[in-house]
């Protein structure tokens, strides 16, 4: 049965094909290698759709033009997208030095986001525990309340138990990290919630024992394996923020063809702090709670911080960009 298609409709879909043949002239000019992997992803999607369209335009025996069109584009797109591109442990190595930087940049809104929850989380923990003391204990319980007035670290328990002792914490990380990302398809409760509840946990830690004189304690503790380990949670954070993203705003993208988008640009921010954790775990298994000097455990912290912001945000070279 013939159908007849409107010229809003028309209107409707030209910017898609425009755009998924300015990717194709990009890759003719130079191969599939001259797209990024996020443009290759794009313009999957956009096939996926032109396939759809041309479906719908050879319905129409007036639609003949724009389905010859989207027909040639379609016969270009095939090779370029399903073409194999080579993977293994140097492509691995080569995502974490310069593409996982790159994802990382693009994605600065969603950790800035992520941050700033983290960072109020921590700032209101601070202002509940100096102004109502019973919040404190309400939220970390007698036991550790008890520890902490005792002058006390808690992590004394994990010394003579580091290889269980770092297991344990690189598991719970990985799930701390799993939540924040994996509930970003509960329309970003997940991340958002997550980043808030760990901020608001540090800032009454936090002001706890600045109150009962542990700060230092604490923050010497915290600092080795903290420096890689909380960045990881704000990217995950932002990795669920991302992925909620997608579902909730899939702009000139269908809702189902914004979610896989987003799924796989989120995994790619997944993808790169679990060598983070992985790192962050042994330290915090083995060096956070020993009794090296505070000095030492500031200066690594610091270092490990420092080379991480090296790592993310340096400026990454153009064919680098484009791997990402």
């Known amino acids: 049965m013939a159908i007849v298609l409107s010229n ?32 290759l992803r794009e313009a999957a999607l956009l096939y996926r759709q ?22 040639q584009l379609l016969a270009r797109a095939h090779h370029i997208i399903y073409s194999s ?9 080569l ?24 960072v109020g989380g921590a700032a209101l923990g601070v202002v509940l525990t100096l102004a109502r ?21 808690w992590t004394h328990s994990i ?17 701390v990290c799993f939540v924040a990302f994996a509930g970003g398809m509960v329309f970003g409760i997940g991340p958002v919630w997550s980043m808030f509840f760990n901020g608001l946990l540090l800032g009454v830690i936090g002001a ?13 503790f915290v600092a080795p394996h903290g420096a890689l380990e909380l960045p990881s949670i704000v990217l995950a954070g932002a990795a669920g923020l991302r992925l909620s993203g997608g579902l909730l705003f899939p702009g000139l993208y269908r809702r189902r063809d914004a979610m896989a988008l987003a799924g796989a640009e989120a995994s790619r921010l997944v993808a790169g702090i679990i060598p983070l954790l992985v790192i962050a775990g042994t330290l ?3 060096f956070s709670p020993s009794s090296a000097p505070a000095w030492l455990k500031f200066t690594v912290g610091g270092a490990l911080f420092a080379l991480l912001l090296v790592w993310l945000f340096r400026p990454v070279a153009s064919a680098a960009t484009r791997e990402a």
């Open 208 to 220: 706890a024992c600045q109150q009962h004189a542990m700060a230092v304690d604490l923050w010497s």
């Open 95 to 118: 995502f974490l030095r310069d593409g996982y930087p790159a994802v990382v940049q693009r994605q600065m809104r969603y950790v800035l986001v992520a941050l700033a929850l983290m």
């Open 284 to 286: 915090e298994g083995f």
């Open 50 to 71: 032109a396939a759809g369209d041309l479906s719908t335009l050879r319905q129409d025996p007036t639609a003949g033009v724009y389905a010859a069109r989207v027909n």
């Open 8 to 39: 809003r409709w028309l209107e409707k879909r030209r910017p898609y094909w425009e755009r998924l043949e300015q990717l194709l002239s990009q890759a003719s000019a130079g191969g599939a290698r001259r797209l990024a992997r996020s443009e």
């Open 85 to 93: 591109r080579g993977k293994g442990f140097r492509r691995a190595l």
């Open 159 to 175: 010394v003579g138990l580091e290889p269980v002792a770092s297991s344990a914490i690189m598991t719970n990380n990985l799930s």
């Open 133 to 153: 003391p019973q919040f404190m204990r309400q939220m970390l319980g007698p036991e550790m309340v008890s520890t902490i007035e005792q002058h006390e670290m």
